[in-house]
């Protein structure tokens, strides 16, 4: 069972930058692919980015495409999303998750998910 733990939100305003952090316990972390996922109010949960368990691979969604970098950790069991030029439709609820094999975009496909970080950002 593994457990994961977002941290780094808060408010900002657009143009500003946040680093997201999400620690696994309770697996082995090599084992899996991460994702980053968000939540706007009234909204569905949408994809945001993911990586491979070696790092190697990384996609990402349009709309965060050149402005947001997924990156990882495994020697601290650590997933990080480094976001720059936030604007403020990247207001949301933001969650990690875990699934083995590879990152994909469909939320459905993650075994294992964090309780999420708030990220607001202010025009």
């Known amino acids: 069972q593994v457990q994961l733990a977002e941290s780094g939100g808060g408010l900002v305003q657009a143009g500003d930058s946040l680093r997201l952090s999400c620690v696994a316990s309770g697996g082995t972390f090599v084992n899996y692919a991460m994702g980053w996922f968000r939540q706007a109010p009234g909204k569905e949960r949408e994809f945001v980015s993911g990586i491979s368990w070696s790092g190697s691979t990384a996609i990402y969604a349009d709309s965060v495409q050149g402005r947001f970098t997924i990156s990882r950790s495994n020697v601290k069991n650590t997933v990080y999303l480094q976001m720059n030029s936030l604007k403020p439709e990247d207001t949301a609820v933001y969650s990690c998750?875990?699934?083995?094999?590879?990152?994909?975009?469909?939320?459905?496909?993650?075994?294992?998910w964090g309780q999420g970080t708030q990220v607001t950002v202010s025009s």
């Open positions: 998750a875990a699934r083995r094999d590879w990152p994909v975009q469909r939320d459905r496909e993650y075994d294992y």
